[in-house]
């Protein structure tokens, strides 16, 4: 049994330049862009040869001269995209054109079933996973829109099915609120791996959430949740968790009492709180902070006035003591 001592207080719907170079010199933009227009000017030159060279040569006669000059423009437009940063935009209009044609073919996206979604929304669903309008079944590519969906915060799990001609399935699996993380004066939903959901809001989903304090707060929320689940009488007057120096938890609870848990054999320090409120109930004494951090013993610091009547109390019976002994 811990023996006790007492301390003085202390979207919408969808379908349905300037840096320093290695020397230390200076270098401008124009700079940069003189070096690029030299690579450019390169490929130009050597297109130039070997157009010459194709229009000298037999091939040219049988048209292969024809379709490797279209392939060197099309190399030169696609270098120039690329420098000028367009490719993107390059990239997304020839798979606008790609989809037009799969489309007339009859693949065209007609039936979207989403499954699973609870705080994400469909059109964020079907903007994340690059559903759109004008989307074919075709040029969908199943895999990277999974691994879109899945960096969605609220999203721990993503399915995307192509069944053709035209129906697309994706199912998700939200993660769930597991607790509220306070730091830095902000409070955000976490899941139970301390992944941030969501900032705090006040949905009734989130009210009954266990609150967590602190750095490491969210790394270390599953350990002491699931601590406090074992001793439920003490979890229903706990305030909030707060994670000391990423090493230990202090707990505060609702009426202000702060009560210090070891690092090691936490859930046993619990229990024999649980066990001291039963029996002696010491979680309603007036007292300010109860430490069990020591395995063999359990200190409490006693408040104000709470230690000035005690010091009274100890004077009165050590003057009636001493009267007694006079008589």
């Given at each position: 049994m811990r023996g006790a001592r007492a301390d003085r207080p202390s979207?919408?719907?969808?379908?349905?330049?300037?840096?320093?170079?290695a020397s230390g010199k200076t270098t401008s933009g124009s700079a940069a862009s003189g070096a690029g227009g030299r690579v450019f000017n390169r490929v130009v030159i050597g297109g130039r040869r070997l157009f010459v060279g194709l229009s000298s040569s037999?091939?040219?006669?049988?048209?292969?001269?024809?379709?490797?000059?279209?392939?060197?423009?099309?190399?030169?437009?696609?270098?120039?995209?690329?420098?000028?940063?367009?490719?993107?935009?390059?990239?997304?209009?020839?798979?606008?054109?790609?989809?037009?044609?799969?489309?007339?073919?009859?693949?065209k996206i007609a039936t979207v079933n989403l499954s699973g979604q609870n705080h994400v929304t469909p059109?964020?669903?079907?903007?994340?996973?690059?559903?759109?309008?004008?989307?074919?079944?075709?040029f969908l590519d199943a895999e990277e829109a999974r691994t879109k969906l899945e960096q969605l915060a609220w999203i721990k799990r993503a399915t995307?099915?192509?069944?053709?001609?035209?129906?697309?399935?994706?199912?998700?699996?939200?993660?769930?609120?597991?607790?509220?993380?306070?730091?830095d004066g902000m409070i955000n939903v976490i899941a139970r791996d301390g992944t941030v959901i969501?900032?705090?809001?006040?949905?009734?989903?989130?009210?009954?959430?266990?609150?967590?304090?602190?750095?490491?707060?969210?790394?270390?929320?599953?350990?002491?949740?699931?601590?406090?689940?074992?001793?439920?009488?003490?979890?229903?007057q706990v305030r909030a968790a707060i994670r000391v120096a990423d090493?230990?938890?202090?707990?505060?609870?609702?009426?202000?009492?702060?009560?210090?848990?070891?690092?090691?054999?936490?859930?046993e320090a619990l229990s024999a709180l649980a066990m001291l409120d039963r029996d002696k109930s010491l979680l309603s004494r007036d007292i300010t902070i109860i430490d069990l951090r020591l395995a063999d013993r359990v200190s409490v610091r006693l408040s104000d006035a709470a230690y000035d009547t005690r010091q009274a109390e100890l004077k009165a019976k050590a003057k009636a003591a001493k009267k007694g002994g006079n008589t």
């Open positions: 979207g919408r719907g969808q379908p349905a330049a300037t840096g320093k170079s037999r091939a040219a006669t049988c048209g292969a001269g024809t379709w490797l000059v279209a392939l060197l423009f099309a190399a030169t437009g696609a270098y120039g995209l690329q420098r000028g940063g367009h490719m993107p935009e390059a990239i997304e209009t020839v798979r606008d054109m790609a989809d037009v044609g799969a489309n007339i073919a009859g693949f059109g964020e669903i079907l903007a994340t996973a690059g559903v759109k309008p004008t989307s074919s079944l075709v995307v099915q192509k069944l053709y001609p035209d129906r697309l399935d994706i199912q998700v699996v939200e993660r769930e609120g597991f607790a509220l993380w306070q730091k969501a900032p705090y809001s006040d949905d009734p989903r989130y009210i009954r959430l266990p609150i967590v304090v602190g750095d490491g707060a969210e790394r270390h929320v599953t350990e002491i949740v699931e601590a406090l689940s074992l001793v439920p009488a003490v979890r229903e090493r230990r938890w202090t707990l505060k609870m609702r009426n202000g009492i702060d009560v210090r848990l070891p690092e090691k054999d936490m859930p």
